[in-house]
């Protein structure tokens, strides 16, 4: 299986913690398309109260990677997004098309570490009555939604789209984050698997390993809806259909597995 679609990375060089310089940018779009992936939303942190400008660098910047990418011969398609630290009034930060994900009508929401604001659902309700569709990146990785999946249900509930980091699922970020990982995968509650890749060794843009573990977890089928065509909703705007898993005796027994673990990690040794 490839034809990967990617809507989470951090490959737009020089304007964050990902790629440092375009060589690097190269490198990792090269090593991506050699795994398989096919299209890429490129998603730097883009915190709101930036100065406006900001924006227009990601446009700027990022017209000179297309270019390099098609002198250099990639098969890769690049889009470009934000991920967009949670803040309210978000509704506005996204009349700009530069702060949604390839211009279309998601938007990639990162939270900060630390308590959850209590206006959470209040605040993405307001972001999706002004018409746009938000994503919540990597929750898995939050240390508080961690710990209570039924606030992450409470945002799923509400047609909050979830994307699960495939770094989390292969236990890049700790067993907590891996935990809560298998758990949205398990109980249907996540949309997207990404890389969130950031270079080309500690967090590269690989999906593979992750798409193994998701067959082992879902099946095939699922696993194409979490790499493919949700992540190809986002480009096309078509809208991405609810998954409802059907209960079996393998899979209620996992989740009840999972739930046990979760349980058991009393130590706050994984977020980062
Ligand atoms: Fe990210």
Redesign the pocket.
Known sequence: MDGWVDI???ALPGVDDGAADIETSLAMLRNAAEEGLQQVVL?P?YQANHEPDQLRLHEQVFAELVSAVAAAGLPISLHLGV?VGFRFGLERVAMDPAARLAGGSHVLV?LPPGPLSPGLEQAFFALRTAGWRPIL??PERHRELARNPERIQRLYDQDLLLQVNAGSLVGQFGRRAMATAQLLIERGWADFVSS?G?DLTKRPMSVRVASERLVALVGSARTYQLLVENPTCVMSGEQIEPYRPVPSRRGSGFGQWIQRRLASFAAPEDEG
């Open positions: 989470h990375c951090h998603t942190h991920e990162d990146a990597h969130d950031h």
